[in-house]
């Protein structure tokens, strides 16, 4: 039986209602996907009807995995950040709005012209890299990680963005694969939550990576490994950015102050939150 476009979206956002904030999008976008068509096409033709049942199918599938909580970018096998389409899956954190702003940073200390290399740990999909690497023609990024699915889902986003000459991925813990390597900037969105955290939503405990999100006891442990290990990967007058839990700004100033950085300092996301602290290694 042919349905029509506005009928599916209705349906598939009443089903959608307790999974996310904005259950009418998130339909569009998962019928779109399954039609193969835009959202812009969907809008102008609510009352188109839809005879491909196979289309019709795969949206129903759609839905019902993402009611049960599986992330939406899981579902597309990709994620926008930055503008950017980024190919992501299962093993493989979804790039969130917030992690821009390191990024925002990034760019702010080193010009469109600039020639610089930097590093990001724990990479993920790439994100924050190939945003650079996309903003700052004449720069190079190395990109580190220890999972299997980010490392490769780092070198796809990179070569399908054309950027696989200047992003280097390597596979290994933190700093391990660039021993002996020094950058200008050194940039990263590592786990930073508590085990414990009872913040955390159960559907992203049950789908994204464990090891991608939580960090330990405290929420600092990996934080603590980079900024201790930062200054000797960091030229003169080379920038930390890192990514942190909306309560550990305090605790991440802390940190880079111990390890000696300068012009430490700590930004806010869209919400108002702490979300990113830099500091300056000494000239």
Known sequence: MATEVQALLDEGAARLARTTDDPRREAEVLL????GRTRVWLLANPQQRILDCEATDRYEAYVTRRSLGEPAAYLLGEKEFWSLPLAVGPGVLVPRPETELVVERALAHFPTEASFEALDLAAGSGAIAIAIASERPHCKL????????????TRTNARHLAL????????????????????DLIVSNPPYIADDDPRVEPAVRRFEPGAALFAGPTGLEALEVIVRGAPRHLAPGGWLIVEHGDRQGPAVRSLLDAAGFEAVATYPDLGGRERCTEGRKSA
């Not at 779109?32 to 039609?35: E, F, P």
């Not at 696989?164 to 950058?183: I, K, N, T, Y």
Request: net charge negative; no cysteine.
């Open 142 to 153: 190395t990109a580190t990680d220890l999972a299997d699915a980010a490392v490769e889902a």
């Open 32 to 35: 779109g996907a399954a039609l």
């Open 164 to 183: 696989q000459d200047r992003v280097r991925v390597l596979q290994g813990s933190w700093f391990e694969p660039a021993a002996g390597a020094v950058f």
